[in-house]
């Protein structure tokens, strides 16, 4: 059986740790691979091999372009191995081929866009004729990029495609669950000429090789995508030696639908807002805000399609949807289900595992739809993370947008009305970093993304991604240099 191994100044090694991690399928428990598991040793060995590379210049002195042409090199790369990342994200996650090539489809997109970025800099009118002022902007250092499980490959891309363009150094720290297309992302960033020591990888768990990645002072900047106790812990932790972070820490998004929306279009993306990848989408829209006057027609549309939907396997082709990542995901889950009905939420279809033949030794649970909910319950609340949409109404649109800002998240959201006066107001008064008007759930490498409340600190994609990477360093050049004058001088005249 393969056993993935950490890449560490361009060499692929072995633990010191001599311990081994068993990868298993979510949907049967077979073992997919192996993973060395790292451990401080590791890590130091591997922030070493970033900081000496970055230090030595190496890399940050090619220039912009070489580094946009390295971008299309690895793009096309992966894109000549699609079937096999496909197949690898497939086989960690359990998800549905045809989501894994979709994901990798979007990964070759970040790179390709962010290939197009020019190199930012500007002059400064400083209204002196002798003062040449210039910004220009630098890579921000060493940075440690830690992934989730559930867009394994896109959300790392997410990180170091912007770190490359802008020169920097990393290590990459995947999710303990789901480490094999990194470490394919580290064969084509090899093959497509990225120098050694430039990008490293650490398999392992966050415990043991995440945090000391968050509390190294050669780390300039951490960029995150998980949980949002863990990112609050990363943030604590960056503190003590100033890092920059840049956190993505999920949501508890609201699609509003009014009565005069297209209903059929706002269940059909209900259902898709909810349910695609069972829930494990941090722009999920958990949380259905309907107007009370269609409120029936809404809930028992989505309960039968929620309802029809098909669980399987990877390699079920009637399959819509998958299972949960890990056990103790499903325990998380099904815990919320139970919470939710003791808050007094009416279960109005799943709320169990789903334990249908050929599902048995999987992580699946029933799409499960609540009515009644209201925004003091813990299920309302809480990320879940799983197959859970929530149901509350509203009378008006200053209620829905009430309801809509009562999160402590703000990641995304979405309204439906044909009246588009309403949906630009409703859109200004959700405190969300990306609102979809009449739609659900569309990202793109060009537009930022982002949270705004605890959702995260700084964006990803679109421009202000790769600003995350650089620092601005302010140059200012006085071509006829004289006296400040400042302080009193006996001995000048
Ligand atoms: O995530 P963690 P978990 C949410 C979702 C889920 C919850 C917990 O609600 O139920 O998070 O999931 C690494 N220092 N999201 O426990 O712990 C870890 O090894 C440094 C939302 O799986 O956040 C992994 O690589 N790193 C989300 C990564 O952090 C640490 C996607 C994410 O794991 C660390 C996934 C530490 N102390 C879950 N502890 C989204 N925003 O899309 C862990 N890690």
């Known amino acids: ?31 997919v691979v192996q993973a060395t598991e790292g451990n401080l040793t590791d890590v130091l060995n591997a922030i070493e091999a970033a900081h000496t590379t970055f ?78 002022s210039r910004i220009a902007y630098e890579p921000v250092g060493v940075c440690a990029l830690i992934g989730p499980w559930n867009y394994p490959l896109l959300q790392i891309s997410w990180k170091v495609a912007p770190a490359l363009l802008a020169g920097c150094s990393f290590i990459v720290k995947p999710s303990e669950l789901s480490p094999s297309t990194a470490v394919l992302l580290m064969h084509t960033l090899t093959e497509a000429g990225v120098p050694a020591g430039v990008a490293n990888l650490i398999l392992g768990a966050g415990s043991e090789v995440g945090t000391p990645l968050t509390s190294d002072p050669r780390v300039d900047l951490i960029s995150f995508t998980g949980g949002l106790a863990t990112g609050r812990a990363i943030m604590a932790s ?24 297209d209903i059929d279009a706002a269940i059909d993306n209900a259902v898709t807002a909810g349910f695609l990848h069972s829930g494990q989408v941090c722009s999920a829209g958990t949380r259905l805000l309907v107007e009370a006057s269609i409120h029936d027609r809404v809930v028992d549309e989505l309960v039968r399609r929620a309802d029809e939907i098909t669980l399987g396997g990877p390699d079920n082709e009637a399959a819509e949807t998958g299972p949960l990542i890990s056990e103790g995901h499903l325990n998380k889950v099904l815990g919320y289900i139970e919470r939710a009905v003791k808050e007094g939420a009416t279960l109005r279809v799943g709320g169990k595992r789903a334990l249908a033949p050929g599902l048995e030794a999987g992580w699946y649970i029933e799409p499960t739809v609540f009515d009644g909910c209201s925004t003091e319950m813990a299920s309302v609340q809480e990320e879940s993370f799983g197959p859970i949409i929530t149901v509350e109404t509203f009378t008006t649109e200053e209620e829905a947008i009430a309801l809509g800002n009562d999160t402590i998240y703000g990641l995304s ?8 006066g309403r949906c630009d107001r409703v859109a ?18 060009e537009a930022e993304w982002g949270g705004f409340k605890a959702s995260g600190v700084g964006r990803e994609l679109g421009g202000s991604g790769l600003h995350e990477y650089l620092e601005a360093k302010h140059l200012w050049r006085n071509t006829s240099p004289g006296r400040s004058g400042w302080f009193r001088d006996s001995g000048h005249p």
């Open 1 to 31: 059986m393969t056993l993935l191994r950490h890449y560490i100044n361009g060499k692929w090694q072995e633990s010191a740790s001599g311990r081994v991690r068993e990868i298993r399928s979510p949907h049967d428990q077979h073992v």
């Open 55 to 132: 230090e030595s210049g190496i890399f940050r002195s090619w220039s912009w372009q070489d580094r946009q042409s390295l971008l299309l090199r690895i793009a096309d790369l992966i894109e000549r191995d699609a079937d096999i990342y496909a197949k690898a994200e497939s086989g960690d996650t359990a998800k549905r081929l045809i989501e894994a090539e979709y994901d990798i489809a979007d990964v070759i997109s970040v790179f390709r866009f962010n290939a197009t970025l020019k190199e930012p800099g500007h002059s400064v009118d400083i209204g002196r004729l002798e003062i040449e």
């Open 238 to 261: 960056a503190a003590r030696t100033v890092k920059k972070v840049a956190l993505e820490l999920g949501g508890k998004n609201p699609n509003i639908i009014f009565a005069d929306a």
């Open 413 to 420: 959201g979405a309204v439906w009305s044909a009246d588009l």
């Open 428 to 445: 200004a008064g959700l405190r969300h970093g990306t609102i979809w008007i009449n739609d659900y759930g569309p990202y793109r490498p």
